[in-house]
Every structure is written in structure tokens, then in C-alpha cells.
């Protein structure tokens, strides 16, 4: 399975959005986009023997257009001290996340929302504020960067995503999205946040089977999440796999 997602998600990635570009130069794919955009390396092929300088390539890249980027680290990613190459380069590491997959036949959901909530799909820009609103409250982190993406591509390429808000009454209280890869088995699951005060309810539990419901429509197979700590016990008891690591480390330009 790893093997897979590593082959269709990662080698053979795709631009998450429109103006976005995947270029494969020297062993790394990555992907170039304005500065609204997410820039980043997405996967390597690297030995011991090249790594320091394939970093240096990627530094000077970006550094040239300008642009702030990640480099994406699996767990299972060589050299084994890449990450530690990195951290000397100048990246700075943001916390570890696990890489989740489910078969969708094989998970376990609760269909219905809690009493008193409701999901609203996201078509356009008022729904778009909602989500990334809900996102601020949620992460306390800028949305800026959610909100212009998002709407982007529910613009101009409404069939690579989808997104969902939670309502309680009038108030959105939860929020979360999902990227489609065509020609892949794959369907990612992004930004499930809840609100402090909504949060032990089982509305992420619904907004999960919410996107299942789907991706099974739209003839996915297979469930990917980045988890947090905090949600990764939530989606195990669904039934999803925890594969890896993955671990986000981001030079400033």
C-alpha cells in the first residue's frame, strides 16, 4: 500500500490547483505555484551521495523565484538522516504527522451528523469564508492561503475537490475538504477542524463519512490522511492504517 501511494501520490504527482506546475529534476518531484499557492518537494530518490546537493538545488530554486517552500519528509524516505540534512541546510520541521489510509469498503461510520448539526457543501465564496473561518478559530493559523486556493479550484476545477461545513443553527462550527487525484485509487481527506466548545460531539466523525460517501461515488477506493495526534485514534477506530510518518519541513526564502 505504501508502495502504491508512493508511486500515484508522490512520484506521480499532480498540480493541487490551477497555476500550479510538477516539475521532475534530479531524483526530487516538485511542485511550483505563485505565492498563494503551496511550493514544496513532494518526493525524492536520493542517496547519501547526492542529497546535500540535490537540498542545495531545491534552496537555490526557490530562492530564485522567491518563494517560501516545503520539503514534504516520509518516514521511510533515504538517506535515512535526510531529515537532519535538512535541519542543517536551514529547514525548519513542523510537527510529525501520520499517514492514514483506508479502503473505503473496510471502514466503519456513523452516517448521520449529531442532533442538531448539519453539512453544507461548499460551492462558493460565502461557503469558502465559512471554511476557512472555521479554520482560524480551529488552528489559529491564517487561512488566507485555504481561502484563495479553495476558491480556485471549486472554480476552475470543481471535480479535484470538495468541501463541507458543519452548522449548528446559523454557526459554522466545523469545516473540511477533500482532494480528488483523477486517474488515481486516491481521495485525501484535509483540514478536518472543529471549533473549541463543539469539539467530543462526533461532528468530525460525520464529516469523515460525509467525503467517504463521496469518494465512493465518484469510484475511489482509498481514504488518505495526513493525522494529527489528535485525530489519529478517531480514524483508527474507523478502521484506517497508520503507514508512516510524515513530517513538513519548510525553508523561508
Do not use: C
Not at 536520493?46 to 523565484?65: K, M, P, T
Not at 461548499?122 to 488566507?144: C, I, M, P, R, Y
Not at 466548545?197 to 465512493?216: E, K, Q, T
Request: overall charge negative.
Amino acid at each position: 500500500m505504501l508502495a502504491l501511494y508512493d508511486r500515484d501520490m508522490r512520484e506521480g504527482a499532480q498540480p493541487d490547483g490551477p497555476g500550479a506546475r510538477i516539475e521532475r529534476v534530479g531524483g526530487v518531484v516538485r511542485q511550483v505555484a505563485d505565492a498563494q499557492g503551496w511550493n514544496g518537494v513532494v518526493w525524492s530518490d536520493l542517496d547519501a551521495a547526492r542529497a546535500d546537493e540535490a537540498i542545495a538545488e531545491q534552496i537555490r530554486y526557490y530562492g530564485d523565484l522567491g518563494r517560501t517552500f516545503e520539503w514534504k519528509l516520509y518516514g521511510h524516505d533515504l538517506p535515512v538522516d535526510l531529515g537532519q540534512r535538512l535541519r542543517t541546510a536551514g529547514f525548519t520541521p513542523e510537527p510529525e504527522e501520520t499517514l492514514m489510509i483506508g479502503e473505503v469498503s473496510g471502514l466503519i461510520f456513523e452516517t448521520d451528523p449529531p442532533e442538531g448539526i448539519r453539512l453544507v457543501p461548499v460551492t462558493d465564496q460565502a461557503g469558502v469564508d465559512l471554511v476557512a473561518d472555521v479554520h482560524e478559530k480551529a488552528f489559529g493559523t491564517d487561512s488566507s492561503r485555504l481561502r484563495h486556493q479553495l476558491l480556485a479550484r471549486l472554480t476552475d476545477d470543481p471535480d479535484s475537490v470538495t468541501a463541507v461545513v458543519a452548522l449548528a443553527g446559523d454557526e459554522a462550527v466545523s469545516a473540511a475538504r477533500m482532494e480528488l487525484v483523477p486517474g488515481t485509487r486516491f481521495a485525501g481527506l484535509w483540514g478536518g477542524g472543529t471549533v473549541e466548545g463543539w469539539r467530543g460531539r462526533g461532528i468530525y466523525r460525520a464529516l469523515v463519512a460525509h467525503r467517504a460517501h463521496d469518494a465512493v461515488k465518484r469510484g475511489y477506493r482509498y481514504l488518505q490522511v495526513d493525522a494529527t495526534h489528535q485525530s489519529r485514534p478517531v480514524l483508527e477506530r474507523l478502521g484506517f492504517e497508520p503507514l508512516t510518518t510524515t513530517t513538513p519541513y519548510v525553508y523561508e526564502s
